[in-house]
C-alpha cells in the first residue's frame, strides 16, 4: 500500500514566520543604525578623541567579521532559532549597558560584544528567512526583505538626532535596548526552521543528496564546515560591487562638498524611493529575463550611476543617477542572495548565508579603505570613475566567460520540488 504525503501547494511568500522574522531584522537594523550614527558623538561627549572614536566602528565591525563563518556553521549545526535568541539578548544588554558605562576601555569591550552579537542575530534572520520562504518566491522574498531592512535605516539619522538634541544618550540608549527586547520577544514566537527542513529531508532521497556537491561531507574539515563552494560566484560578485558601491556609501557627502553640489540629502531619498520599486518588480523581472540576465542589466546600470556622479557633478544628474544606483543595487543583492543560498544544500544554507553577508562587511570595510587612498593620492573624482568602471568589467567577464552564478544548480534543486504556477506537489511514497 502506498501513502502519499502532500507538503505544498502553491507556497505563500506573505507567511507569519516572513512577517515576524523581517520584524525582527528591521527592529535590529534600526537600532544598529542609531548606534553606528550615535557612538562616534558618545565618545566625543566622554572626552574620546576622533581617532578614538573612530575606533568604535573599527571594534565592532571586526568582531562582526570575525564571528559570521563561526555562527553559519552553528546555524546549519545547531539550528536557526537559538543562535537567533542568543544573539538579540546579548545585542540588547550591550546597547543597554551603553547608558550605564562611561569607561572607554569598557565601551570598546561592549562595542565587540555588540558586534558578535549583531552577528549572530543578523546572519540568523537572513538564514531563517531563505528557509522560511518558498523557493519560487526567494527572490521576491529577499527584495521585499531588504527593502524594509534600508527603509529602517533611512529612519534612524532624524530619531538619533532628535533624541541627542532633547533628550540624553542615556535615553536614546535604553530606547533603542527596548527596541531590541521587543524583537527578542518576537523571536521567541518564530516557529523553528528546523520542522521545515526535516519536511523537506524527509520527501529527498539520499542518492539526491549526495550528487550535491555542498552537502556537509563524510570527512570532516574546517575548509568544508566554513565555505560552500558552490556560493563563491554569486559571493565574490557581490564582494566586488559592494566594494564599488561603497564609494557612494562612504564618500558621497564629502565628494558634494568638495564640489559644492547642494541638497545632497535628496540622494539617499530618491535612493530609497527607486529601491522600493525594484523589490515590486524584481519577481516578474526575473521569471521573464532570467536571473542572469537581470544581473547583467542590473551591473550595466550600476556603472553608469556611479559614472555619471563623476563626469556630471550637478544635482539634477545625482538625482538620476539615485535612481539608477537604487533601482540596481535592488536588483542584485536579492538575486545573488537567492543564487548563493539556492546553490547550497539545504543543510548548508545557513553557512550560505554567512558568506553572502560576510561579503558585505568585507567589501564596505576594504572599500572605504581603497578609496580614501584614492581620494589622498589622484584626486576624489577618480573615486566614481574607477569604482564604475568594476561593474562594467564584471559585465565583460561575465558575457565572455558565460558566468551563470550557479545558476544550473538552481535549476537542479527546483527540479526536485517544483513549484508550477499551478501550484505542484511534493509527495513521497512508501510502501507497507
Not at 547642494?262 to 521569471?287: C, E, M, N, R, T
Not at 537567492?338 to 546553490?343: D, H, K, N, R
Not at 581620494?375 to 558566468?403: E, H, K, M, N
Amino acid at each position: 500500500m502506498k501513502n502519499k504525503t502532500v507538503i505544498s501547494t502553491s507556497p505563500s511568500l506573505w507567511t507569519t514566520d516572513f512577517v515576524l522574522v523581517t520584524a525582527v531584522m528591521t527592529l535590529t537594523r534600526i537600532c544598529t543604525q542609531v548606534q553606528t550614527i550615535s557612538m562616534p558623538l558618545y565618545f566625543q561627549h566622554l572626552g574620546a578623541s576622533i581617532t578614538v572614536a573612530g575606533l568604535s566602528m573599527t571594534a565592532f565591525t571586526i568582531a562582526a567579521m570575525l564571528f559570521r563563518p563561526f555562527v553559519g556553521a552553528l546555524l546549519d549545526q545547531r539550528g536557526r532559532k537559538p543562535l537567533l535568541i542568543i544573539g538579540l539578548f546579548l545585542y540588547a544588554l550591550s546597547t543597554f549597558a551603553y547608558g550605564l558605562v562611561t569607561m572607554i576601555p569598557l565601551l570598546i569591550v561592549l562595542r565587540i560584544i555588540h558586534g558578535a552579537s549583531f552577528s549572530a542575530s543578523s546572519t540568523s534572520t537572513s538564514a531563517m528567512i531563505t528557509d522560511i520562504l518558498p523557493e519560487k518566491h526567494m527572490t521576491q522574498g529577499l527584495a521585499y526583505y531588504g527593502m524594509f531592512g534600508t527603509l529602517s535605516i533611512a529612519l534612524a539619522p532624524s530619531m538619533t538626532l532628535y533624541f541627542i538634541d532633547h533628550a540624553t544618550y542615556t535615553t536614546l540608549f535604553s530606547v533603542t535596548s527596548g527596541l531590541s527586547v521587543v524583537a527578542l520577544l518576537i523571536s521567541l514566537v518564530v516557529t523553528s526552521e528546523r520542522s521545515r527542513l526535516s519536511k523537506i529531508a524527509e520527501h529527498q532521497s539520499r542518492a539526491e543528496l549526495e550528487t550535491r556537491t555542498d552537502s556537509i561531507p563524510a570527512k570532516y574539515s574546517i575548509w568544508n564546515s566554513f565555505i560552500v563552494r558552490k556560493a563563491f560566484s554569486p559571493v565574490l560578485t557581490m564582494l566586488s560591487i559592494t566594494i564599488a558601491t561603497s564609494a557612494v556609501t562612504v564618500f558621497l557627502p564629502t565628494y558634494s562638498r568638495a564640489v559644492g553640489i547642494p541638497g545632497i540629502g535628496l540622494f539617499y531619498l530618491v535612493q530609497a524611493a527607486a529601491l522600493a520599486a525594484s523589490s515590486i518588480v524584481i519577481g516578474h523581472l526575473s521569471k521573464k529575463w532570467g536571473a542572469v540576465m537581470v544581473i547583467r542589466c542590473s551591473l550595466l546600470a550600476l556603472g553608469s550611476s556611479i559614472m555619471v556622479i563623476s563626469l556630471c557633478p550637478t544635482l539634477w544628474a545625482i538625482l538620476l543617477a539615485a535612481a539608477l544606483f537604487g533601482f540596481a543595487n535592488g536588483l542584485l543583492m536579492p538575486e545573488l542572495n537567492a543564487l548563493a543560498v539556492l546553490s547550497a544544500a539545504p543543510n548548508r544554507r545557513g553557512q550560505a548565508s554567512a558568506m553572502f553577508y560576510l561579503a558585505l562587511d568585507i567589501g564596505i570595510g576594504t572599500g572605504a579603505a581603497v578609496w580614501g587612498w584614492v581620494s589622498d593620492t589622484i584626486g576624489i573624482q577618480w573615486i566614481y570613475i574607477i569604482a564604475g568602471c568594476l561593474p562594467f568589467i564584471l559585465l565583460l567577464v561575465s558575457v565572455l566567460c558565460r558566468i551563470d552564478y550557479n545558476l544550473g544548480s538552481v535549476q537542479a534543486e527546483q527540479q526536485v520540488r517544483p513549484y508550477g504556477n499551478e501550484g505542484t506537489t511534493l509527495a513521497a511514497q512508501s510502501k507497507e
